[in-house]
């Protein structure tokens, strides 16, 4: 089982709060949903999906764009999911790890434009101050 060629679409990003408003708390809910999947050869499928970051009443980050999922398996899954908008776990979960991994990097640089957080968590720093833990932190210059 291959993805190949994604494709982003369409992006649409909004803000709906001014940048002086700073909400104490902010969720940020993924989303990667699978709109169509079209077989275009023998092994072949044109899966079609939405990704969409939502920060709540803060605002949200949405892409579209195809991929094309090559197996030999194409067709079967194809017909299930035209039929009961389901797939098989394993191709769903490698599905939507391709679409998160093509998303993600593009939605945190929208994000960084509207002054919106990253919507992946960033790594925290702690400092140990007690020699004896025996923990070394990271440099710090």
């Keep these: 089982m291959k993805i190949k060629n994604i494709q982003l679409k369409t992006i649409e990003a909004?803000?709906?709060?001014?940048?002086?408003?700073?909400?104490?708390q902010v969720?940020?809910?993924h989303n990667s949903t699978v709109t169509q999947f079209t077989i275009e050869k023998e092994n072949q499928a044109l899966i079609d999906f939405q990704y969409t970051a939502s920060y709540g009443p803060v605002g949200m980050i949405?892409?579209?764009?195809?991929?094309l999922y090559d197996s030999?398996?194409?067709?079967?899954?194809?017909?299930?999911?035209?039929?009961?908008r389901k797939m098989p776990n394993q191709?769903?979960?490698?599905i939507h790890t391709a679409v998160m991994h093509a998303c993600v990097p593009e939605?945190?640089?929208?994000a960084k434009d509207l002054g919106l957080p990253p919507p992946i968590p960033l790594p925290q720093v702690r400092?140990?101050?007690d020699p004896k833990k025996g923990q070394a932190g990271p440099e710090v210059a």
């Design 27 to 29: 969720r940020i809910d």
């Design 72 to 84: 030999d398996d194409a067709k079967k899954v194809s017909k299930e999911w035209n039929e009961t």
């Design 107 to 110: 939605a945190v640089t929208i």
């Design 91 to 94: 191709v769903a979960g490698h």
């Design 62 to 67: 949405k892409l579209e764009g195809s991929l």
């Design 14 to 24: 909004r803000r709906y709060i001014s940048r002086n408003e700073r909400p104490k």
């Design 127 to 129: 400092l140990s101050g």
